[in-house]
Structure formats: structure tokens, C-alpha cells
Nanobody
Framework: QVQLVESGGGSVQSGESLRLSCAAS????????MGWFRQAPGKEREAVAG???????SFADSVQGRFTISRDNAKNTLYLQMNSLKPEDTAMYYC?????????????????????????????WGQGTQVTVSS
């Protein structure tokens, strides 16, 4: 049974850091394009970071330079290190896997309009972890 379980969310002050974890089971996450998404109240879900099967990474402009995505293949776990957090980073954060054999290039392309649609096709999504940043 495929499962993605996020953890590590919480409430922090502006400028502080958090590390989110996403434990995968039922599939080998390192073989997939994996991504972090977030959704704030009243807003659409947006892509935040991606890592392809080769380990290359990419980020949304809004978090570039502040967030890092990584994975521990031995633990089958994905991470999102978030530094210099801002109130506008407040959202529910989700990890997800793209469908198997997803393009490594598309995995890193944050200009691709169908990114969320494509990730939704896999059905591999976590339940989310809340991040709240206060000023």
C-alpha cells in the first residue's frame, strides 16, 4: 500500500526555520519525481520544490534561496528544509509523487502549467502538515 506521511510542521516566528519530512512506503521514492506543494486558506495549491530521479532540484521563485529539498534514499524519506520563514509561507504543506517515468526535465520546470494536474494523476499524496509563521 502506497503511503506518504508528512511531519515536522508547526508554528514559528518570522525568520525561523523548520524541516518537513515525508516518509514514503509502498514504493521507492528515489525512482520518482517528488515534490512539495502548499496551500494557504482561500488560495490554490502551488508547487514549492521538486527533486527528480537524478537528484536534481528546483524551486518556486517565492522560496528560491530559502528552501532546500532533499531525500534520504535509505530511509525512503523526502525533506523540505525551510529557512528564513515569512508569514506568507503559512500554509498546509503536502508531499507528492509524479507518475512513474515522469520526465526529469518537467519535474524541475516550475513554469509548466500542468504540474499540479500531472502530480494528481499518480494519486500519491500525503495528508499534509501545517506550517504557521507569525510576524
Amino acid at each position: 500500500q502506497v503511503q506518504l506521511v508528512e511531519s515536522g510542521g508547526g508554528s514559528v516566528q518570522s525568520g525561523e526555520s523548520l524541516r518537513l519530512s515525508c516518509a514514503a512506503s509502498g514504493f521507492t521514492a528515489s525512482l520518482y519525481c517528488m515534490g512539495w506543494f502548499r496551500q494557504a486558506p482561500g488560495k490554490e495549491r502551488e508547487a514549492v520544490a521538486g527533486i527528480n530521479s537524478r537528484g536534481s532540484t528546483s524551486f518556486a521563485d517565492s522560496v528560491q534561496g530559502r528552501f532546500t529539498i532533499s531525500r534520504d534514499n535509505a530511509k525512503n524519506t523526502l525533506y523540505l528544509q525551510m529557512n528564513s520563514l515569512k508569514p506568507e509561507d503559512t500554509a498546509m504543506y503536502y508531499c507528492a509523487a509524479a507518475p512513474r517515468f515522469y520526465s526529469d526535465g518537467l519535474c524541475l520546470d516550475f513554469t509548466y502549467e500542468r504540474r499540479l494536474t500531472d502530480f494528481s494523476k499518480s494519486g500519491y499524496w500525503g495528508q499534509g502538515t501545517q506550517v504557521t509563521v507569525s510576524s
